[in-house]
Nanobody, 120 residues
Framework: QVQLVESGGGLVQAGGSLRLTCAPS????????MGWYRQAPGKQREVVAT???????NYVDSVKGRFTITRDNAKNTVYLQMNSLKPEDTGVYYC??????????????WGQGTQVTVSS
């Protein structure tokens, strides 16, 4: 089964920026609705941003105006641009979404996560 692979995490100072990338590990037909989630130490996983197949986006209040989710359908890739990072943005960021394995068959997958650490 094709998995989603995240990249782009790292250590950054408060106020800095990172761009996360999520792409499938193998060949797929296309991606559908996708989202980014994060899990801070000792906390439950929460949704950060989502994007529909049509490009409609939604964000958790704490990142509005700072994070931007986008998609490149030609590359079957989703991005999360994170600006003005704060220490409370620290956590493991996961990609999740639906993709088509054919024109009518879908699968749902999670990535393995990428660590984002924001120092104060």
């Amino acid at each position: 089964q094709v998995q989603l692979v995240e990249s782009g995490g790292g250590l950054v100072q408060a106020g800095g920026s990172l761009r996360l990338t999520c792409a499938p590990s193998g060949n797929i037909f296309s991606i559908d609705a996708m989202g980014w989630y994060r899990q801070a130490p000792g906390k439950q996983r929460e949704v950060v941003a989502t994007i529909t197949a049509g490009g409609r986006t939604n964000y958790v209040d704490s990142v509005k105006g700072r994070f931007t989710i986008t998609r490149d359908n030609a590359k079957n890739t989703v991005y999360l641009q994170m600006n003005s990072l704060k220490p409370e943005d620290t956590g493991v960021y996961y990609c999740n979404g639906v993709y088509y394995t054919s024109s009518y068959t879908t699968e749902n997958a999670w990535g393995q996560g990428t660590q984002v650490t924001v120092s104060s």
